[in-house]
């Protein structure tokens, strides 16, 4: 995927803000939908060779 | 950056002896098209006869078969011994089909005690001595066999290579019994059946690639995009929305509607031209309608004038002998057959409509509609979805988009695609990889984003649109014009439709031109009301803060979210040195299994 360019203005660091190693996990992503991917085109490819071989997308890249 | 996706696979063994075609096989039409794998390019082949749409009809004449257009051409001679519209007749029973599309051509007949279904035609010749000719009973795995080896063989003659394998589309609906019988049907053929692919995915396929191929230097290889893919034929049509995601489709719903579609067209402009004819000859001509060699006649003239219509303003309507020995003509002009036909035009954008209703969403969540099939030529489809669809969709069909494919070879383009990414493969490989385990993947239900704008007045910059498959890595940059010290704050985003009032609509453009009049009924005082589409930061997943970004800086925040929804965040200037690492972190997920469950 291409890099997204965001026209939008990061907020600055509020003084009193800390976390260690400046990363604060705050909460867990809402359940997923269970859907199911259309098996054509390369990146379907891609994404069951991935899935098949339990690869994530950096070692794929090797 | 480099391909996360694209790169083809590597296939697991040599099937070389395979040659595999895209079939599109629909119940008006078929066309074939070929991609080679050194090019990549998705070919439409034209038949002997020169025809890209070759019409889905067999003809016996006098112990000869006849296909394609030369077998249309009997159904209005020798109407009892030509067989068409019987795709979807294929692995039913005979309760179970609805013959009324074949009513002007052979009759289908009960089979295997109604298990299945066949044609009565005379196929041989009358043998001398003989008053008529022995009438034989065909299956319609036997039909649909013959076409699908008269179709294999006009690729053959064109490749130069005897075709052995096919992806053929189908509509979503196509049951397995169905899509059973095709099997067998097309390897009685000689075709190995290497996928079924649905009609709008093979549309919105074989679109991508060639966008892919035309801007590849220059446009971003492929974005995410909410896509209505509608597949308008001769007498179905079907409807698809599907998420584009990093160039994976997921199908968010599917609309259907079996009695619509050209053919449905076709009716308006045999009547007009029945009540003309009936009008001018008074009782000298009988209605043609009530012959059923005249209303064959009609009918392929009123489509020849729908489809000239779709390119000029008007057409001239002329059938030689119609009725008790007159030749009729009648000029018709395209805003009057718009007139006639706003009540089925209409069905179309309410069809595409109760689409975009079934997967939950609004008409602004659609970035783009994808006309696919011969109907999608007709100007006026398109001019009815462009007013009731914002001006952000986009509607790519030939009267909107002068780089629109040709709508009626959209599917047999994606099918090649398709069968030449996969030709490869061992059959059971590619089976194994359209196994749920493999295709059914957890999705986001919400979008992922930052947080951004002062305290009080954040709003929501979109990194993962919803409806994304996992696992997924999104990368986003952002400007910090001050620099200092910034507050990287990722959120899920809760999309909402925000209505305003104001004087004036902001509807598509292309709609409304030079047919204001046409809809008066839409037009009336109240105010109009402006409806947009906001993101709305929900639940923090995750803040990070990055210290001492140089003025002017761009800050780059890659997301991942593995297969079990866990959450890895990178922030980093981007341009600082290794030494100034950014800032990494993870937010644990919600141990859904790698393989999701549906
Ligand atoms: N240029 C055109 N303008 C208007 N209509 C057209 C044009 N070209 C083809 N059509 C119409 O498209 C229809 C055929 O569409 P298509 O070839 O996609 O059908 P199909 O998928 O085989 O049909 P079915 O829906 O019956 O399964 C016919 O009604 C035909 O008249
Ligand atoms: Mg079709």
Redesign the interface.
Known sequence: ??????????????SD???E????????????????????????????????H?R??SED?R | MSDDTGSPPEPQSQESSRIAIGLAFGNSNSSIAYTSQTEGKAEVIANEEGDRQIPSILSYVAGEEFQGTQAKEQIARNPRNTIAFWRDFLGKGFGDVDPSNCHASAHPVEMDGGQGVGFEVQEHDVVEGEAEGKKSTLSVSEVTTRHLRRLAKSASDYLGKSVNAAVITVPYDFTDAQKAALTSAAQAAGIEVLQFIPEPVAALLGHDAKIQQAGEQTQPQHHDRTIIVADLGGTRSDVAVIASRGGMYTTLSTAHDYELGGATLDKVLVEHAAKAFVKQYGRAGADPRTNERSLAKLTIEAEAVRKALSLGASASFSVESLSDGIDFSLSVNRSRFELLANKTLMSFTRLIESAVQKADLDVLDIDTILLAGGASHTPKIAANLASRFPATTTIISPSTDPHALNPSELTARGAAIQASLIQGFEHQDIEDSTEAVVTVTPHLSQAIGLVTGKEGEESFALIVEPDTPVPVRRTAQITVPAGGDVLVRLAEGVHHISVSQAEKAATNGAGGKADDDDDSEDEDDEPEEVRSKVFKAGKVLAEAGLRGVKKGAKVEVQVSVAGDLGVTVVVREVGAGAQKGGVRGSVEGTGVAQNGSA
Do not use: C, N, Y
């Open positions: 995927m291409a890099t997204l360019q965001l026209a939008a203005a990061l907020p600055s660091l509020p803000w800390s976390a190693k400046d990363f604060k996990a705050v909460s867990p992503l809402s359940p997923p939908t269970s859907r199911a991917i259309e098996p054509v085109g390369p990146h379907f490819l891609a994404h069951a060779r991935r899935k098949r339990k994530t997308f890249e």
